[in-house]
């Protein structure tokens, strides 16, 4: 209870891992930026302090197409949006005060540490046509599948066919700091991401589009 606010008590938990007063999840307000826009709100910051590129291309991308929904008229969130959202590290998505009282379940305070479905591969330094030269953030192998964060594209899955280093040699993997080269859908740009999700498996029945 605090001392201005008497008779109003607010919740602290805890257990054997410590006591939890101040642990949100994540501010995410992405579904109510009409609300916002008609509280005046003009300007939107995107914490991305302390983030990765991952999570600040990302995140970015999906707040920019919504934001131009949001002045073409006629606002619909889009559900590619919340699975976007939900790619990217976080603790959770919770919309804090704007509608009242903090809610109790949107406390962290269940032991969760930060969480994302998938992870990043690599950054498209330059195209040639449709092969791309990669600098890589993760181990990778031919016949993986991965996604390419491209407008477009987004959560379609491609196999990588083939793959060459810098001296143009066939290699079959390539890790972190590696510098390749390999095939890629139409449409993909310098400075795009690709990610896969972050338990990967290589399934064989797994259904994927290979790039010839």
Known sequence: ???KRP???FPVFEDDRGTYVMSSKDL???EHLPLLAEAGVDSFKLEGRM???NYVAGVTKVYREAIRALGSGGFRVNDRWLRELAMFSSRGYTTGMFFGRHPDEDYNFNGEAY???HELIGIVLDMN???AKVSMRNRVHVGDTVEYLTPGLEEQPFSIVSMKNEEQQDIQSAR???TVYFPVP???RAGDLIRRPKQFRRPEAEKTMPIS
């Open 51 to 53: 983030k990765g590129i």
């Open 115 to 117: 969480r994302m479905s």
């Open 28 to 30: 995410c307000m992405i």
């Open 186 to 188: 139409r449409g993909v």
């Open 176 to 178: 972190n700091e590696d």
């Open 129 to 131: 046509d449709t092969t």
């Open 1 to 3: 209870m605090e001392e």
């Open 7 to 9: 008779g109003e008590h």
